[in-house]
């Protein structure tokens, strides 16, 4: 693979990535300081995210200013007190809503439990847009921004109903907000990072959490003018890194900085084996669900 120094396309930026503690958060915290970006590192704890932090500032060269904050996502007040800390200490020009949870497989419709649903939203889509709600108007000012909600290609599994109902929103959501920030310099995103072998995607998913880069790169890196509300699909982008001469067609049509992209590819697996990227339909036994840290 090319060997290229990082880009550095984010210098001067303030990242916020929830759920970095682990899993794609970690990897999209550490590849977003590589470029450049001072990053808040979130979790449920600031003991979860010391392994984070610690790839962060090793991907920085040293970089001291980056800091974690740690926050509980189920809990609303303390989801506010994350957007009060954030806003005390400058504001974030990218706001990467990754953090999520899954409820436990529900056999029947009758076993699904409104707690299931409740934590799900209060999570998954609550959060999201309050986090949206306390930080953009900021962006907004300033005339730069770039939001990438983690969405999920999941169909087909009325198990994890609440789930992929919370994911649904998630896409109703962004697209409503890429209409309301058109022109202003802020622009929203969805990102399907594949299935992958987390703690949520459980062991048997097809794809190493590595593959998630540098395709999760690509909505940060967006070109001023790019439209707002796009889906971007990770594996593709691991797909395409297998066929060297596909590369180049690759970056012409993308409106991002390729350095940063190559850069990412580098240090992670998608140059290795076969990936796929397909909407999902999940047997019970492939899951290991766990809550973000």
Request: proline share 5%; charged share 15%.
């Amino acid at each position: 693979m090319e060997t290229v120094g990082p880009s550095r396309a984010l210098e001067g930026r303030t990242a916020l990535v929830t759920g970095s503690s682990r899993g794609i958060g970690q990897l999209v915290a550490e590849a977003l300081a590589r470029e450049g970006a001072r990053v808040f590192v979130h979790g449920r704890t600031e003991a979860a995210c010391a392994a984070t932090l610690a790839r962060v500032v090793a991907a920085s060269a040293g970089r001291a200013d980056h800091v974690v904050l740690p926050a509980n996502l189920a809990v609303g007040a303390e989801v506010e007190a994350l957007a009060d800390r954030v806003t005390a200490l400058g504001g974030a020009d990218i706001l990467y809503n990754n953090a999520a949870i899954m409820h436990p497989w529900r056999s029947q419709i009758e076993d699904h439990t409104l707690g299931d649903w409740s934590s799900s939203f209060q999570v998954n889509v609550f959060a999201v847009m309050r986090l949206c709600a306390r930080l953009i108007p900021a962006m907004r000012r300033r005339n730069w921004g770039r939001v990438i909600n983690v969405t999920s290609g999941i169909r087909q599994t009325p198990q994890l109903a609440g789930y992929g109902a919370s994911k649904a929103a998630i896409d109703k959501f962004t697209a409503d907000l890429a209409f309301e920030l058109e022109g202003t310099g802020v622009i929203v995103s969805r990102l399907d990072p594949g299935w992958l072998r987390t703690d949520m995607g459980g062991h048997r998913a097809p794809n190493d959490p590595a593959t998630v880069l540098p395709g999760a790169l690509v909505p940060v890196l967006l070109s001023d003018d790019a439209p707002g509300g796009q889906l971007f699909q990770a594996q593709d982008y691991a797909r395409e890194f297998l066929t060297a001469n596909s590369r180049a067609r690759v970056f012409a049509q993308g409106n991002f900085a390729c350095t940063a992209l190559l850069t990412a590819a580098k240090s992670s697996s998608a140059a290795c084996g076969l990936f796929f990227s397909t909407p999902m339909t999940l047997p019970m036994s492939f899951f290991d669900c766990a809550p973000v840290s």
